[in-house]
RNA sequence: CGGGGCGUAGCGCAGCCUGGUCAGCGCGCCUGCCUUGGGAGCAGGAGGUCGGUAGUUCAAAUCUACUCGCCCCGACCA
């Protein structure tokens, strides 16, 4: 083997071959799998265990907002897509179609859901009557089909699990609030839990969300340079309402169409995971959101069951009880290098050693996944340790993240300079845009990159727009995206 | 949906060009002994309709056609 540090075998180096080694990470942890069904995959409990710790932290955050979890039909009649005509148009290319059930086919055919705005717009149309029934701050936690040409487990599947927001209000200033909170939400739940660092911002009206007079979003730069959107809101202005006609009565006692929000964030953010903080030895999980926070790894020997083990059982009742997760791993078959490896595959960010030398001296050995690094810690306020690491590990993910964000984001005053960016090692470009749809158009064709999010406020010094010289109407940020 | 690559045991692969002891290797798995501080050792053993279908042939993992799936690069999307 090449470095004395590569003790992980059967995964492709991340620097050899990104993609490939992505694939391996993600099936040999034990993330997902692929299915018998093209373009779908398995999440496996592992895997699902990551996503139910994010998801807890956003249903944790939607509550505390005043937000309330409902759930709506997985079937949607063709004709409320169609209500709303730039929405229909924009998913009705990937949209799955139910023709027949019962044995019989069916009047009208039924989608099933791309995105829940029609069924839940057409609900929205009976409850809401009076200004006394707004804001209607709903959740849904669901899972979505959307039939892509090209598959990529966890980041694009014809089958995703996500949540999407969808709010009513009363008026057009609380509605762009709303949105914009939700996207605050989304921020904290990529810096703060899963320590990537996003930039935020608006779309462009060629990547908005469709029927949508908004769309804000949070993108992460992942380390192939390329951007993955991790998540978006959408102020759907009135367009929903006058669709579905969904109206109140105002304090003036006028009739009003409502105001309207909607916002989703996926499965694809245990994806922005497993590329951002993963290594050549597997999986790295930010602590917060690692189902198995530290494994305790016995170094047996002798009898070693009536002898270490009952030590490490102790340690693991300790730690338990002080709110880690964490697991004993006393397997019997593997050696404890074996075991090592295996974690570090899985991406278990504090191994806790414990054999003879360390009982003589009561004492733990404590390793960072993220670089290996040891320390000798007393039995005596080990739990303590524990956490402080685990919390130092979090920072130091997102301090790394952080870094390569910033040293791979660059600023392009001319178009040579953007095309060279982006021929190169790619990353988040900023430059200046006049907001025409041609100068963007121009940009994808030659470039392959597209306006991720529209800077604001805009860094000073983007007075002209990066393809046609023009006078800049906006800063924005152009990557090459997933 | 275009261009390219790959499907052989749970995983990783060789064999294919030039059809004929090619059903093989490493790891893993099972049994036993012995071990255990970075993927231990020895001995014995189980496991595969060579992605699928149809052809060519005395004979197909190998040649041909079709098909399914996965990966990569583009166009479309969370």
Not at 363 to 381: E, H, I, T, Y
Not at 457 to 479: E, I, N, Q, R, Y
Request: hydrophobic share 40%; glycine share 8%.
């Amino acid at each position: 083997m090449a470095a004395d540090n590569d003790f992980v075998k059967e995964i492709t180096k991340k620097s050899v071959d990104f993609s490939a080694w992505y694939v391996d990470v993600v099936r040999k942890a034990e993330l997902a799998d692929y299915s018998p069904m093209k373009g779908m995959m398995v999440i496996r409990p592992y895997g699902y265990e990551v996503w139910e710790l994010l998801r807890d932290q956003l249903d944790r955050m939607f509550k505390e907002t005043g937000h309330r979890n409902a759930y709506f039909p997985l079937f949607i009649p063709e004709s409320f897509l169609q209500k709303e005509a730039e929405h229909v148009e924009g998913f009705a290319p990937e949209v799955a179609w139910v023709t027949s059930g019962g044995g019989e086919v069916l009047e009208e055919r039924l989608a099933v859901r791309p995105t829940s705005e029609a069924i839940i717009c057409s609900m929205y149309a009976k409850w809401v009557k009076s200004w006394r029934d707004l804001p209607l701050l709903y959740n849904q936690w669901a899972n979505v089909v959307r039939w892509e040409k090209v598959t990529r487990l966890f980041l694009r599947t014809t089958e995703f699990l996500w949540q999407e927001g969808h709010t009513v209000h009363a008026t057009a200033e609380e509605a762009e609030e709303e949105t914009l909170r939700m996207l605050g939400i989304y921020r904290r739940l990529a810096e703060e839990y899963l320590a990537i660092p996003v930039v935020t911002g608006r779309k462009s009206d060629s990547e908005k969300f469709a029927g949508a007079v908004r769309t804000y979003a949070i993108e992460m730069l992942m380390p192939d340079g390329k951007a993955l959107q991790a998540g978006t809101s959408h102020n759907l202005g009135q367009n929903f309402a006058k669709a579905f006609n969904i109206r109140y009565e105002s304090r003036e006692q006028k009739l009003e169409y409502a105001w309207q929000t909607s916002w989703g964030s996926t499965t694809r953010l245990v994806g922005a995971l497993v590329m951002t903080h993963g290594d050549d030895s597997g999986l790295v999980l930010p602590p917060r959101v690692a189902p198995v926070q530290a494994v305790i790894v016995p170094i047996s020997a002798g009898n070693w069951r009536e002898t270490v083990l009952l030590h490490a059982q102790r340690l693991l009742d300790e730690l338990k009880a002080a709110g880690v997760r964490a697991h004993l791993d006393d397997r019997d078959t593997f050696t404890p290098g074996w075991k090592y490896a295996d974690w570090e595959m899985r991406g278990v960010p504090l191994r806790v050693e414990v054999g003879p030398k360390d009982i003589d001296k009561h004492q733990a050995v404590l390793v960072s996944r993220v670089d290996r690094k040891k320390s000798f810690v007393p039995w005596d306020g080990l739990a303590a340790e524990v956490k402080r690491q685990l919390e130092a590990i979090q920072g130091e993910l997102y301090a790394r993240a952080l870094a390569f964000r910033d040293a791979n984001t660059h600023d392009a005053r001319s178009y040579a300079e953007l095309r060279d960016a982006m021929a190169g090692g790619r990353g988040f470009i900023r430059c200046g845009w006049c907001g025409g749809r041609d100068c963007e158009a121009k940009v994808k064709a030659d470039t392959s990159a597209t306006i991720r999010v529209i800077l604001d406020p805009p860094p000073p010094g983007f007075d002209a727009c990066v393809a046609c010289g023009g006078k800049a109407a906006h800063a924005v940020l152009f990557a090459k995206s997933y």
